[in-house]
């Protein structure tokens, strides 16, 4: 009870930003009735699956300040469980996606248990290595489709058990209720126990220790509630695609992505997945779909995202999210 | 035979993972940053050679040096106008900074020459080989790791015995204490990106004459390159070498295991996924490395 009263008590954050979230949600609401084309819409459904990715790395890499950049394997585990347990076995949605979760939670905890012996960049390296073992496993497992991937059979009508609908305004709804679980679930886990255990093993370890903080006991259970995320992200992803492979979910692009944008955006911050999100898919979708499809400007739209990342990273690590604190600062 | 065989193609392989391995390796020493675009350096160095020796219709070994200095400047550059920014910043702002850069030359690469998969056709060695008994050398692997050698133990030899490597080395040990000596930590960090380039930039003109480029070449060599310079440890010039060695030939072996054994599952798709499959072992049971002394 009293978790899910802090879930929703956005008291302790300033006036704008409580403004900001309700308009942002007017807007959300709203939005399919706007009367913009398919192409926003996906980009707006790209934006809240990013979002929720970004919210789930946060936990670890953010909150708890490891560059974890393995998230794929595990947006692979969510989606790879949805898809083949539909095709073998017809099983629900409902019922696969919390398996798949569970499965990605037990795997995290089996890799998670040796990977956070290490720190720095063994571990960031380490986390790259173990995505790309499970992706070339993948790529070359002929039961699950190989490289070749599996496509989800179609049903006849719209079913709400195996989520397969018509239009993409349901596949819309489905993802910001996802968007605003997680919303809630990281209001709670700022203001939790392990929050605040994990902000301390960030600023220094060896003190939190000292405390009685076991620190990488703690790492670990981030790790599988960032795990968890991304798994149920992976399984939103196999149902709207229709279609993965292991190259679509598993791939180190993906990572890096998931945990690009938490950083650019201001990772350890609320909103700063969101910012993030919300910033570079769109950016990512139309200089792709205005650049990349004239003749001669191939890979322009990379270059410039690529110039913006590098622009951040060195003018303020702390991502947007800082830059804005910093103008507040200025204008307080 | 056949395991003797692929341990000696291996050792040539391993060379030249090492000599790639050996620049990003002395960054990381010098100034705790890791490399993301340090494959791209590679993919930079093979296509200068490339261009070099197919405009200028030269031999592509004596267009190495051309691979080098294009190397050494790219370093530079990456040094000056962004990896020095990046330093002031967490650790993570600092991968992200070098992971934009690989994004940046990836895609230049991809705009200027686009995505063709290019070789070098005509050459002295191209298409040669060496044969001794029964084993076969392919004269462009055998020269690479000549060559491969002959640059790491010259950079060996630079940083133990020259004043320029003793400062560089003071600089990795201690920015700090090597700065009351007089030795610009700014100078020093500049000079590890140039060696760091250059040598990648020559691991790469090397490369060229048999392995295919094109503008994602650099991805799969930078994995590598990780994964020796984190078993030999992060700054372990040494580690470098013996871990790229050691990879080369794990990679080589790995097949012929699965061949000798009948099984299909460990075939040859597999031989860089076993690569890091090692490096995790390694880490997770020393995490500072073979021979590393710093993490």
Redesign the interface.
Known sequence: MEALKDAFDFRDFSKAERIGLALFTILLLVFPWLGFGAFVRVVMIQFLLFSLFGMGWNTI?GYGGQ?E?GKAQYVGIGAYTVALTMVWWKVPFWVSMPIGVLIALGYSFIIGY??F??????F???T???S??LQ??F??WKLVGAAKGIELPIREHPDFLFMQFKNDVHYYYFIAVLFYAALFYMNWFRKSKLGYQLRMIKDDEEAAESLGIDARWCKIKAYSIASAFVAVGGGFMAVYNLYIDPYSVMD?DLS?KI??MS??GG?GSMWGPIIGSAFLVPLDRFLGSWLGAQKG????D??I??????VV???Q?RGIWGIIEQFRKKGA | MIVLDALLQGILMGLLFALVALGLTIIFGVMDIVNFAHGEFLMIGMYTAYWTSLLLHVDPLITLPASGIVGMLLGLVSYYWLVRYLLRGPMIAQLFGTFGLMLFLRYLAQFLFGTDYRIVQKGLLVGKSLSLGPFIFDWTKLSAAILSVLAFSLVYYMLHRTKLGKALRATALNKEAASYMGIKTEQMNALAWMIGGGTVGIAGGLLVNFWYVYPTVGLLFVMIAFASVAMGGFGSIKGAFFAGVLIGMVEMLFPVFGHLIGSEFLGPHFKFTIVYFAYFVVVVLRPQGLFGWKH
């Open positions: 890499g560059v950049l040796p990977l012996r290490l720190k720095g960049h063994y960031a390296i380490a790259i290595c173990t790309l073992v070339d496993i790529i070359n180190l890096i945990a690009l950083m650019l990772a400007l191939i890979g322009v990379f270059m995202y690529a110039a913006l990342i590098m990273s060195a003018y690590p």
